[in-house]
């Protein structure tokens, strides 16, 4: 049901008792102040009202031992469901750990947060400020900005505060995903695995596949914690595991991306984009490097003139896309499109070494022989 920011707000007036007169004033400009869910039954506030009234029907903001406030399933949530999508309390023009204008950035802060409403400016002081005894001391609207900014999308150098998803704490082996979603002007975040109620709900605070010593490293020293997931609290040997199959990673998304083999060595290429993926797998990896790798194969298959291939590889990209994004973002919107139209696509026909029509796509195969003819393994054409 997609529920209406009046509509949430009428219905928690009803049910609310004269105790909390004050803090549904505070709910109303929080949620005039933007959050938003597509699969909401029911939107709420997590900081206002008592931590057992789940926000949006999906989840509460609860503390957990060790790590503060967390956001907790509050039902099952199904991979793919859109958790929260939320407008920025405030936005900063970079990330706020790498700013050397101290005074720039409190005035930047200060500005926005003196246009907000006084219940919202009072919100956004009970966010988790991980710098209270920075030697020299920095004002604590920045202490928090350092602590709770989010990137707008992927290598995006702005950034922005969020009431709700600024609660979220990390794990290696996170069940969600942040995204910016460009044409709502929103966070959005995403669950990549199917979430069971009462579970917490995690994204990642590291880019990129870092071995565990450089995570822990990021994470103590930007966040003041040390991660005990399931990826970091394990034996050496297993660690050593993880680090090889992470530095393999980073190696493979060298090559493909040096953009040379899509045409010179473009075998090669496919079976780098198909470790790759049964690498991210295997480290419990699902996030945004499954559908860029599934585009990677996609461009290998039709810049060679494989409109076939070109059309299940833009399937897959589209819908591992749609789970961590939603329908509705840009590049799932540019995989759907391929998907129909591979031979628009700028690279299609670079050579023709793979020509073959978008209609070969053969029908009848078991999973395994499907398997074999998309990823050209021997003796399939
Ligand atoms: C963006 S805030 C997340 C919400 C925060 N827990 C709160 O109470 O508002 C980041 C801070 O949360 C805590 N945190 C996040 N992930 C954690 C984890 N896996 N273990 C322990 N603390 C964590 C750290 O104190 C970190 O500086």
């Not at 003196?114 to 919202?120: E, I």
């Not at 822990?216 to 930007?222: E, V």
């Not at 690498?279 to 585009?295: C, D, H, I, N, S």
């Not at 026909?349 to 978008?358: D, I, L």
């Given at each position: 049901m997609v529920a209406t920011r009046d509509g949430n707000f009428g219905s928690l007036l009803k049910a609310s008792e004269s105790a909390f007169k004050l803090e549904l004033q505070q709910l109303v400009e929080e949620v005039r102040s933007g959050v938003d869910n597509d699969s909401a039954e029911e939107t709420q506030s997590s900081m206002s009202i008592p931590a057992q009234v789940p926000v949006n029907g999906l989840y509460h903001i609860r503390p957990l031992p060790g790590k503060g406030q967390a956001m907790v399933a509050a039902r099952k949530i199904p991979k793919g469901t859109r958790i929260i999508a939320e407008s920025p309390t405030i936005t900063l023009p970079g990330n706020p750990r790498d700013s050397a204008g101290v005074l720039h950035l409190n005035q930047l802060i200060t500005s926005q947060l003196s246009n907000l409403p006084a219940a919202t400016r009072q919100q956004y002081h009970t966010l988790h400020n991980n710098y209270t005894a920075a030697t020299p001391p920095i004002p604590p609207a920045i202490g928090i900005a350092r602590t709770n900014a989010l990137p707008f999308g992927h290598n995006s150098l702005s950034a922005g505060v969020f009431l709700h998803a600024s609660r979220i704490n990390h794990s290696c082996t996170h069940n969600a995903e942040n995204t910016w979603n460009a044409s709502l002007g929103k966070l959005t975040i995403h669950a990549i695995r199917d979430i069971e109620p009462g579970s917490e709900i995690t994204i990642s605070y590291v880019e990129g596949f870092k071995p565990c010593n450089q995570r822990q490293a990021h994470l103590l020293s930007a966040f003041g914690f040390r991660c005990?997931?399931?990826?970091?609290?394990?034996?050496?040997?297993?660690?050593?595991?993880?680090?090889?199959?992470?530095?393999?990673?980073?190696?493979?998304?060298?090559?493909?991306?040096?953009?040379?083999?899509?045409?010179?060595?473009?075998?090669?290429?496919?079976?780098?984009?198909?470790?790759?993926?049964?690498?991210?797998?295997?480290?419990?990896?699902?996030?945004?490097?499954?559908?860029?790798?599934?585009?990677?194969?996609?461009?290998?298959?039709?810049?060679?003139?494989?409109?076939?291939?070109?059309?299940?590889?833009?399937?897959?990209?589209?819908?591992?896309?749609?789970?961590?994004?939603?329908?509705?973002?840009?590049?799932?919107?540019?995989?759907?499109?391929?998907?129909?139209?591979?031979?628009?696509?700028?690279?299609?026909?670079?050579?023709?070494?793979?020509?073959?029509?978008?209609?070969?796509?053969?029908?009848?195969?078991?999973?395994?022989?499907?398997?074999?003819?998309?990823?050209?393994?021997?003796?399939?054409?």
């Amino acid at each position: 049901m997609v529920a209406t920011r009046d509509g949430n707000f009428g219905s928690l007036l009803k049910a609310s008792e004269s105790a909390f007169k004050l803090e549904l004033q505070q709910l109303v400009e929080e949620v005039r102040s933007g959050v938003d869910n597509d699969s909401a039954e029911e939107t709420q506030s997590s900081m206002s009202i008592p931590a057992q009234v789940p926000v949006n029907g999906l989840y509460h903001i609860r503390p957990l031992p060790g790590k503060g406030q967390a956001m907790v399933a509050a039902r099952k949530i199904p991979k793919g469901t859109r958790i929260i999508a939320e407008s920025p309390t405030i936005t900063l023009p970079g990330n706020p750990r790498d700013s050397a204008g101290v005074l720039h950035l409190n005035q930047l802060i200060t500005s926005q947060l003196s246009n907000l409403p006084a219940a919202t400016r009072q919100q956004y002081h009970t966010l988790h400020n991980n710098y209270t005894a920075a030697t020299p001391p920095i004002p604590p609207a920045i202490g928090i900005a350092r602590t709770n900014a989010l990137p707008f999308g992927h290598n995006s150098l702005s950034a922005g505060v969020f009431l709700h998803a600024s609660r979220i704490n990390h794990s290696c082996t996170h069940n969600a995903e942040n995204t910016w979603n460009a044409s709502l002007g929103k966070l959005t975040i995403h669950a990549i695995r199917d979430i069971e109620p009462g579970s917490e709900i995690t994204i990642s605070y590291v880019e990129g596949f870092k071995p565990c010593n450089q995570r822990q490293a990021h994470l103590l020293s930007a966040f003041g914690f040390r991660c005990v997931c399931e990826r970091c609290a394990v034996t050496d040997s297993k660690r050593k595991e993880s680090d090889e199959r992470l530095r393999r990673l980073v190696q493979l998304e060298e090559e493909i991306g040096d953009g040379v083999g899509i045409v010179a060595t473009p075998l090669a290429c496919l079976r780098k984009a198909r470790e790759m993926l049964r690498l991210l797998e295997e480290e419990g990896l699902g996030g945004a490097t499954v559908p860029r790798v599934y585009y990677d194969a996609f461009q290998v298959a039709i810049a060679n003139g494989d409109q076939a291939r070109a059309t299940v590889f833009a399937g897959r990209w589209y819908a591992s896309r749609a789970v961590v994004e939603g329908e509705d973002s840009e590049d799932a919107a540019k995989a759907k499109e391929m998907m129909k139209k591979p031979a628009e696509h700028r690279l299609f026909g670079t050579t023709m070494k793979w020509k073959q029509a978008a209609g070969k796509v053969p029908s009848g195969l078991s999973e395994e022989a499907f398997e074999k003819w998309l990823w050209r393994e021997k003796g399939t054409a």
